[in-house]
């Protein structure tokens, strides 16, 4: 399962009210790539889960996430945190078994072959 924070759902309701999609679904996956071989993907999707993709619903904001990605996630958090860059959407992963700086990239036991693409982004080092 995949859960957001309270914080979270909050930014997400004001963000789809903003882009009008009040019934659009947070998409969130993972893909290769980033300082730490994995990096994590969300967006909103106004369309409905795809074949293969599991939903979760909480306070009224619904999740799609694909099984592959799931692998990698399952149990982590959605937050929207603030720091000295501004304010965006973090996944709290409890499968990671390290992340880099910009915590937009982690590794898993099972990814350890993941190709590491180098995100640039946050200046931490592999």
Same mark, same amino acid.
């Given at each position: 399962?995949?859960? @957001?924070?309270?914080?979270a759902?909050t930014?997400? /309701? ?6 009008a /999609?009040?019934?659009a679904?947070l998409r969130v996956w993972?893909a ?7 990096s994590?993907g969300?967006a909103?999707?106004?369309g409905d889960p795809? %074949?293969? +993709?599991?939903t979760f %619903?909480?306070?009224g $904001? *619904?999740?799609? @996430? ?6 990698y996630?399952?149990?982590?958090t959605v +937050?929207f945190?603030d ?6 959407? /973090? $996944? %709290?992963n ?12 982690? *590794?898993t036991e099972?990814s %350890? ?6 995100c ?7």
């Amino acid at each position: 399962m995949i859960t @957001i924070s309270e914080r979270a759902v909050t930014e997400l /309701k004001d963000l789809m009210s903003t882009q009008a /999609k009040q019934s659009a679904a947070l998409r969130v996956w993972v893909a290769g790539g980033g300082c730490s071989g994995l990096s994590y993907g969300m967006a909103l999707d106004d369309g409905d889960p795809e %074949e293969g +993709d599991q939903t979760f %619903e909480q306070d009224g $904001v *619904k999740i799609f @996430i694909d099984g592959l990605s799931m692998n990698y996630m399952e149990g982590s958090t959605v +937050d929207f945190v603030d720091d000295a860059l501004g304010g965006g959407f /973090k $996944v %709290e992963n409890p499968n990671a078994t390290s992340t880099c700086g910009c915590g937009s990239s982690f *590794k898993t036991e099972g990814s %350890e072959g993941a190709a590491a693409g180098g995100c640039g982004s946050c200046g931490c080092s592999k």
